[in-house]
């Protein structure tokens, strides 16, 4: 049985590849996910897969262009996974690059994610948007 770290970790791996059912396969049915005060796409929490693919991965584009998420480094503790590294993309107007840190928290119960918390210094990315 993977360990909580290999979760998370594979899931990155698998949003990345485009495979969302592999990530949402990884998420309770009742997840909350909660993004930072002052994020561009919105602010709060999503509660269920449908919620987050809706509300959250299919508005990443609005950003910029070619978005991902880069962890690279993972901590774990008990129930808990913190991801940070960084959200890269072009600006839509320019086509420049931009990148801003981020730290996930991830928490598990029952080897399930149940909640999703994002750090971002969201003032940062709202002024790479453009």
């Known amino acids: 049985m993977p360990t909580n770290k290999e979760i998370v970790q594979g899931a990155y791996e698998a949003f990345a590849a485009g495979d969302v059912p592999t990530v949402l396969g990884v998420m309770d049915d009742d997840i909350k996910w909660t993004e930072a005060e ?3 796409l919105y ?6 897969p449908q919620q987050i693919v809706e ?14 998420v ?11 996974v ?4 960084t959200y890269t993309w072009k600006q839509h107007s320019t086509g420049a690059p931009a990148e801003v840190q981020m730290a ?3 928490t598990f119960r029952d080897g399930k994610i149940v909640s999703f918390e994002q750090h971002v210094d969201t003032l940062k990315v709202q002024e790479r948007m453009s």
């Open 70 to 80: 880069n962890p690279t480094r993972f901590v774990a503790e008990g129930d808990t």
């Open 55 to 68: 509300g959250a991965f299919m508005r990443l584009g609005e950003i910029g262009d070619e978005f991902s």
């Open 82 to 85: 913190v991801a940070v590294g």
């Open 38 to 40: 002052g994020f561009p």
């Open 104 to 106: 996930h928290v991830w």
């Open 43 to 48: 602010s709060g929490t999503l509660v269920g």
